[in-house]
């Protein structure tokens, strides 16, 4: 492990010689991961992504693209584009990205399951904003507002996001 790993520990996340609290899934750590069991998968993720609401915040880093109103995100295991950036209209099973709550003003995607999703093995495994400090995911890690807005600026692709078993 290096510094530059997003480490999630009992702590919180440690980043860059920082923790930072967050919030797991609510099923808990899992190394046999499911599609809608709400628990965060074990393993080495990499930083794949960075989205990001144009209309509401600055663009976090370089490489950062902004969300539409028309994009979504497969959740539909069947489907060819499961785990996959889609846009409206999608018919089948999805997860709107374009929220009118704050949680995915900033979205670092992550490659679980990803590029080539296994059908039913879980989708969508990103770092964003939480509810509120404790409150579960169903399997992404979210933080604070401003510790996500730090760890985005600072983050690049392929950082890597290490889940070892609790």
């Given at each position: ?7 999630l ?7 860059m010689g ?6 797991i899934g609510?099923?808990?750590?899992r ?19 960075l989205l ?29 584009d ?20 704050p ?26 904003q939480?509810?509120?400090?404790g409150?579960p995911?169903?399997g ?6 401003n510790?996500?807005?730090?760890i ?15």
């Amino acid at each position: 492990m290096t510094p530059n790993d997003l480490v999630l520990t009992p702590r919180g996340v440690r980043f860059m010689g920082r923790y930072f609290p967050c919030s797991i899934g609510k099923g808990g750590i899992r190394q046999d991961k499911r599609e809608g069991d709400g628990a965060t998968p074990v393993g080495a993720h990499h930083v794949t992504g960075l989205l990001y609401r144009a209309d509401r915040v600055a663009q976090p880093a370089p490489w950062a693209f902004a969300i539409g109103k028309d994009d979504l995100w497969s959740d539909a295991s069947e489907d060819a584009d499961y785990n996959q950036l889609v846009r409206a209209p999608y018919a089948a099973s999805h997860e709107k990205l374009h929220r009118s709550d704050p949680l995915y003003d900033v979205i670092l995607l992550t490659d679980w399951n990803w590029p080539e999703a296994e059908a039913g093995r879980g989708s969508a495994i990103f770092l964003h904003q939480w509810r509120r400090s404790g409150y579960p995911t169903e399997g992404c890690i979210a933080f604070d507002r401003n510790h996500l807005h730090w760890i985005a600026a600072r983050a690049k692709p392929g950082t890597r996001v290490i889940v070892t078993p609790a």
